[in-house]
């Protein structure tokens, strides 16, 4: 049973450009969070995705944009890219219909550097 | 604002000794707390609270919650060098939100 799987694993941009990265969530889960970890913090919420819609959104400017596709996968777009956004950007999945679905499964997250 | 902050931030323990890991919440509406365990890159799931007073064990870890006070500890019992990662806090409210907020985390180093 896979796991979350994302790519790609690692990402060099420059300051400007537009970056996007993806996420499948695991076997059987239908939604998708996502959380950008800068060093030496923990994981911050960026939104999660539920029915292809956006359900809720932490405290990001809109240059951070997402999408759920049909088949429950997800990706993270990041336009205008800042050196600031130099992080990990781990993706969790989780299962609505489950008595523990609070509890979210995170995949090795893509390590984006902004030079 | 929610806050969620672990203490100590770092810890260095030799194996065998028993470590134990703190987290205290300031959340409105709290729902649940969840510690993971990070040892590369991905967030490993070990446990859930929701009640108070509640032991969770799984092998030499173990977790309790305090709804009154407001906080959570994490033990582990005979540290091997496998324990060493970054032990993250998160806490989950109601009506409505599915976020996780997390703690800054505890860095374990177990030498042996």
């Known amino acids: 049973d896979a796991g979350v799987t994302q790519s790609p694993t690692h990402l060099i941009k420059t300051r400007g450009q537009q970056v996007t990265l993806r996420c499948s969530p695991k076997?059987?889960?239908?939604?998708v969070s996502w959380y950008q970890q800068a060093l030496g913090q923990g994981p911050q919420f960026i939104f999660q995705?539920?029915?292809?819609?956006?359900?809720q959104r932490g405290n990001f400017p809109d240059r951070f944009s997402g999408h759920q596709f049909p088949n429950y996968s997800s990706e993270l777009n990041v336009n205008a890219l800042l050196l600031g956004d130099s992080a990990l950007y781990l993706c969790?999945?989780?299962?609505?219909?489950?008595?523990?679905?609070?509890?979210?499964?995170f995949g090795a997250g893509t390590r984006l550097s902004v030079l | 604002e929610d806050k969620v902050v672990q203490s100590p931030l770092s810890l260095v323990v030799h194996e065998g000794d028993t470590v134990t890991l703190n987290c205290s919440y300031e959340?409105?509406?709290?729902?649940?707390l969840l510690w993971y365990k990070q040892e590369k890159k991905a967030p490993t799931f070990l446990f859930m609270l929701?009640?108070?007073?509640i032991e969770k064990k799984s092998g030499r870890l173990s977790s309790i919650l305090d709804k009154k006070e407001l906080f959570s500890i994490l033990n582990i019992t005979a540290t091997q060098t496998g324990d060493s990662a970054i032990y993250l806090c998160?806490?989950?409210?109601?009506?409505?939100?599915?976020?996780?907020?997390f703690g800054k985390g505890t860095k374990l180093s177990v030498i042996p």
């Open positions: 076997s059987g889960h239908d939604t």
């Open positions: 959340v409105t509406n709290f729902r649940s």
């Open positions: 969790a999945s989780s299962w609505t219909g489950s008595l523990a679905k609070n509890i979210q499964y």
């Open positions: 998160a806490v989950v409210k109601g009506a409505g939100s599915y976020q996780l907020t």
């Open positions: 995705y539920y029915e292809e819609e956006e359900r």
């Open positions: 929701t009640s108070s007073g």
